[in-house]
């Protein structure tokens, strides 16, 4: 089992930045595929970025690309998202997930095995 908690969600302007935090605990963190997602109200809930344990790499939405980065932390059992150059269309309940399947990472929530609670994040126009 892993357990997943998401902190640094909150309310930012238009332009700003914010950096969530996903803490990790239970099994060995950096044998896990780490992925962030979200769920705006009323829609599915979406691929963000991933980086992925074998071999390091990392893959965006186009949505994001060049503006978000993923990261991981594997002494502190943590995965972070920096999100630069906000957008009112980034307003979402921001979720970390963990999957071992696979040699990368995936796109699919389906096919991440741990989930945290989520964190809001609402960017204002």
């Known amino acids: 089992q892993v357990q997943l908690v998401e902190s640094g969600g909150g309310l930012v302007q238009a332009g700003g930045s914010l950096r969530l935090s996903c803490a990790a605990s239970?099994?060995?963190?950096?044998?896990?595929?780490m992925g962030w997602f979200r769920q705006a109200p009323g829609k599915e809930r979406d691929f963000v970025a991933v980086?992925?344990?074998?071999?390091?790499?990392?893959d965006y939405a186009d949505s994001v690309k060049g503006r978000f980065t993923i990261s991981r932390d594997n002494a502190k059992n943590t995965v972070y998202l920096q999100m630069n150059s906000l957008k009112p269309e980034d307003t979402a309940v921001y979720y970390c997930?963990?999957?071992?399947?696979?040699?990368?990472?995936?796109?699919?929530?389906?096919?991440?095995?741990?989930w945290g609670q989520g964190t809001q994040v609402t960017v204002s126009s």
């Open positions: 997930a963990a999957s071992v399947r696979y040699y990368r990472g995936s796109y699919y929530p389906r096919e991440y095995d741990y």
């Open positions: 239970g099994r060995t963190f950096s044998n896990y595929h």
């Open positions: 980086n992925s344990w074998s071999d390091g790499s990392t």
